[in-house]
């Protein structure tokens, strides 16, 4: 956190009240950083951060004001506004009526079942509230009530009131599912892995041919990107960690020829389909930087064609009940879609409109044709993600498919326009200061309000969370610590100055459960970086498996941590994608290329010594073990750092394909934005030629050290 002095505008306020009110608001008023230090947060940021919640406040009086309207906010309600609740739990809840008054409560159950709610006999001393004497009665969510989406509803005189009710899992059943056998499984990005009928980008035809083939190697499960909709047209943001909505899915990955319709086109627009993927794919074998832009323009007039081809009844009756089904999420998503494509890149940035009602009918009517089109793009991509879950199911994956979840979505994206009462305004999400940047990290993404979420029912998480694991084996979370507490960056300050905003992330992480119950998905949160040790736990106990990076487990005195001592329930793996392959990372490509883009902090002799003693020191677990012999060579090192990791109690075991081939160039290079392509590197291997999915059924090396890791299991 920075030295600067606090903002003028703060000068005045009493700092007791001010943090006993971020405190009321779940903000934290001190940060500990990565040297152990524990600093105070800037008053200026408290107060930025009350803005962005909705508590504005100037001074001492109106510090007080918001402290005692936080007080009696939940007495000024019949009903909470949500309540979240694990199976089998009697929680009790108040409901508030004038003093004196009978109140009736009932439970709705998600089948249509209308359940009676005893009162209980709890005595609450009556308040004046807004100078009306009102009572607080107490009642208990009925203990039995099945798993789901149920309501609470409430009636006292003429008031009437409800509320969302949610029964979650106690614990994921999928954990123990899984955790009772090990397996291993593949991690990608799925845009760098073509084919040769691949558009110049690694497509869901071939997802589903990865999963056929490693699954014919034993593999139970293939990771992929996020595959989150980015740029209705180009240009489109490359990374797939920066989404413009994280609900549905990019058009870019959709197979051209394998919709149905496809086959139903006139002479002219098939040959006009075959020249556009024709001069696509001629790109499959370049190695250089993957680039979107013209793959989807190419695409775009592709899918148009295939659109204006008339459905027959049963494929037109599937389509409408997909959008029936998606509801208005899809229909505003659609609609935003239609807006931005209209945008002149050269006009400048984007920024998302501020539309009435009755400009936004307008516009539903205007746009029909081009709303209708995006929402059709959508249901292709649902089937075709449908049937490569089939394929992976077919192909012997316990698991199949698991989707990967990005923290947040752009500020000027979809979601942030359709979502935008239950974001915060003002701040972004981002990242304390660490050893790796002074100035903390800006992920330039709005952060859910909390306190509008939970008046929302969780809604709007539920329905993401439904549409990505609607054909998916399971889901990890990225920065899953993001459900119990998010840094938040106001807008005109350095990430370092930011705030931790508490999130009831027993409800969170409850409604993530819930939807990877009923879909039969693994969970895995990504929980790396600091947090409290009881976090871990936590999770654990909840049936959501954790992360385990070979390079960062280290134990009390760091030393690495040896892998016996590795959780169960988690995915292990050598690395990540934000980390070079393991072929880099050994021969010190990583450090070089930093000092290329003069991102050292030391002479580049120094940085690569440093980084060959703290590689020495985990390639002397495998040494120890017999598994590394002296002078062995890069694919056997490689191969040896994997039969270490199966010697870990990990259920999961992850293989980077990247590692699998020999790949050394990493994907994602932190502290650049366009001195490095990152998200933008295709799959190639240890003599630099492209790697294609056809490829990998033949690959010695690849095959080689799927069968090493498969060994280590046994």
């Given at each position: 956190m920075t030295d600067s002095p606090e903002h003028p505008a703060t000068a005045?306020?009493?700092?007791?009240?001010?943090?006993a009110l971020a405190r009321a608001w779940r903000v934290d008023t001190t940060v500990t950083g990565f040297d152990g230090v524990t600093r105070d947060v800037p008053a200026a940021t408290l107060v930025a951060v009350l803005a962005a919640l909705g508590v504005t406040v100037r001074d001492d009086a109106e510090v007080d004001a918001a402290l005692a309207d936080r007080e009696l906010a939940p007495w000024r309600r019949l009903l909470p506004p949500v309540l979240v609740v694990t199976e089998g739990e009697e929680r009790a809840f108040p409901v508030h009526v004038p003093h004196g008054d009978d109140v009736l409560v009932w439970v709705e159950t998600e089948d249509g079942r209308n359940l009676s709610v005893p009162q209980r006999d709890v005595w609450t001393e009556p308040r004046e509230v807004d100078g009306r004497l009102t009572g607080r009665a107490t009642f208990a969510v009925p203990a039995g009530l099945p798993l789901g989406w149920h309501t609470v509803g409430a009636k006292s005189g003429n008031q009437l009131g409800s509320c969302r009710l949610i029964v979650t899992p106690r614990r994921l059943a999928t954990?123990?599912?899984?955790?009772a056998t090990r397996q291993w499984g593949l991690m990608t990005q799925l845009y760098s892995v073509r084919s040769r009928r691949s558009w110049g980008v690694g497509d869901l035809a071939d997802l589903a041919d990865l999963a056929s083939i490693s699954g014919a190697e034993g593999a139970g499960w293939l990771l992929i990107n996020p595959l989150h909709a980015a740029e209705p047209a180009p240009p489109v943001e490359p990374s797939p960690y920066l989404p413009t909505s994280r609900r549905f899915f990019h058009p870019l990955y959709i197979r051209v020829e394998d919709i149905p319709e496809y086959a139903y086109l006139p002479g002219p627009e098939r040959a006009r389909v075959a020249d556009l993927a024709s001069a696509c794919s001629a790109a499959n074998t370049s190695v250089d930087a993957i680039d979107r832009d013209?793959?989807?323009t190419a695409k775009l007039e592709a899918l148009a064609l295939v659109h204006a081809v008339e459905r027959g009844p049963w494929r037109q009756d599937a389509y409408a009940r997909f959008v029936q089904r998606e509801g208005a999420g899809l229909r505003d998503f659609a609609l935003w879609c239609a807006l931005r494509e209209r945008h002149d890149p050269d006009a400048g940035d984007w920024v998302n409109p501020d539309l009435s009602d009755a400009q936004i009918g307008r516009l539903r009517s205007e746009l029909a044709d081009r709303i209708d089109f995006f929402c059709w793009l959508q249901f292709v991509a649902d089937e075709q993600l449908a049937a490569a879950q089939r394929v992976a199911e077919g192909a012997g994956m316990g698991v199949g498919i698991l989707h990967d979840l990005a923290v947040g979505v752009h500020r000027q994206g979809s979601d942030a326009w359709t979502l935008r009462h239950v974001l915060a305004p003002g701040v972004t999400v981002g990242a304390p200061a660490d050893m790796y940047s002074a100035l903390g990290q800006n992920w330039n993404q709005p952060p859910w309000h909390p306190e509008r979420l939970a008046e929302a029912g969780y809604v709007p998480f539920r329905d993401m969370l439904r549409t990505i694991l609607r054909h998916a084996g399971g889901i990890r979370v990225d920065h899953i610590l993001?459900?119990?507490r998010l840094w938040w960056v106001p807008e005109g300050t350095v990430a370092a100055d930011g705030a931790y905003v508490g999130y009831d992330h027993e409800a969170m992480i409850g409604v993530l459960a819930l939807e990877a119950q009923r879909a039969g998905a693994v969970v895995i949160g990504e929980d790396l970086g600091l947090f409290e040790p009881w976090v871990r736990r936590y999770l654990a106990d909840r049936g959501i498996l954790g992360t385990s990076i070979l390079w960062f487990e280290f134990d009390e005195a760091h030393d690495p941590l040896p892998v016996e001592r590795y959780r169960r329930l988690c995915l292990a793996s050598v690395n990540t994608h934000d980390l070079p392959p393991t072929a880099g990372y050994l021969s010190g490509e990583h450090i070089r290329l930093r000092e290329r883009l003069g991102l050292l902090d030391?002479?580049?002799?120094?940085?690569?010594?440093?980084?060959?003693?703290?590689?020495?020191?985990?390639l002397v677990l495998a040494r120890e073990r017999g598994l590394l012999p002296e002078g062995a060579d890069e694919e056997h090192t490689i191969a040896a750092l994997y039969e270490l990791l199966g010697a870990s109690p990990a259920c999961l075991i992850g293989v980077s394909l990247v590692d699998?081939?020999?790949?050394?160039?990493?994907?994602?290079q932190p502290g650049t934005k366009d001195e490095y392509p990152n998200w933008r590197v295709p799959l190639a291997d240890a003599d630099g030629a492209a790697v294609l999915v056809e490829d990998l059924a033949a690959s010695r090396r690849a095959r080689g050290l799927f069968a090493t890791v498969a060994r280590a299991l046994r």
């Open positions: 005045s306020l009493s700092t007791d009240r001010l943090h954990a123990d599912t899984v955790g013209p793959v989807y993001g459900l119990f030391a002479p580049l002799e120094q940085e690569l010594a440093a980084d060959r003693a703290e590689q020495e020191a985990f699998a081939v020999g790949e050394k160039r990493v994907q994602n």
